[in-house]
T-cell receptor
């Protein structure tokens, strides 16, 4: 069964530092890939997605992610962290049918002043 | 304009009670979902529904039942509430299998 793994349940960076949140999926078939962000006491909000085409995807708030088929990865990056980036981040995969969206366990990003 | 809305935002109730959570989307999407998020932030899909098909996650107890009066609404009914049902429940919607839009969540506490 397909699954998605987020390495690191908690990542802490200093303000202005690089943000790298890791996501790997297990499947021989390329999935649709998503990153969502959840701020405290709120629902999930889409950051970016990959379906087809260019493997480097740019999203909101300066985030981007690169689909690497050979590594079955879809890591999320941001060159310079801001205090407002502190949140829970979820990677998700889908294979094109309802009810098959699978979420990773989430990574909590803390940004230190 | 709120895209996906849920009511209530907070729900505190006693074990054994029956409760409902309402969800509405104004995006014109054809598929709606219910998710459960536990205290460790793990998200589990419970149901997906469009006007033709209800897909139930096999691990969901039959005390949980979705009801859709129309395409824009998918309510969640829970019978005989148990302590383990305490969680945050999210409604979401999508057009086909594209990105999902989430509601703000309903925090359910069972005492």
């Amino acid at each position: 069964a397909q699954s998605v793994t987020q390495l690191g349940s908690h990542v802490s960076v200093s303000e202005g530092a690089l943000v790298l949140l890791r996501c790997n999926y297990s499947s021989s078939v390329p999935p649709y890939l998503f990153w969502y962000v959840q701020y405290p006491n709120q629902g999930l909000q889409l950051l970016l997605k990959y379906t087809t085409g260019a493997t480097l995807v740019k999203g909101i708030n300066g985030f981007e992610a690169e689909f690497k088929k050979s590594e079955t990865s879809f890591h999320l990056t941001k060159p310079s962290a801001h205090m407002s980036d502190a949140a829970e981040y979820f990677c998700a995969v889908s294979y094109g049918s309802p009810n098959d969206m699978r979420f990773g366990a989430g990574t909590r990003l803390t940004v230190k002043p | 304009d709120t895209a996906v809305s849920q009511t209530p935002k907070y729900l505190v109730t006693q074990m054994g009670n029956d409760k409902s959570i309402k969800c509405e989307q104004n995006l014109g999407h054809d598929t709606m979902y219910w998710y459960k998020q536990d205290s460790k932030k793990f998200l589990k899909i419970m149901f997906s529904y469009n006007n033709k098909e209800l897909i139930i996650n096999e691990t969901v107890p039959n005390r949980f039942s979705p009801k859709s009066p129309d395409k824009a609404h998918l309510n969640l009914h829970i019978n005989s509430l148990e302590l383990g049902d305490s969680a945050v429940y999210f409604c979401a919607s999508s057009q086909a299998v594209d990105e999902q839009f989430f509601g703000p969540g309903t925090r359910l506490t069972v005492l």
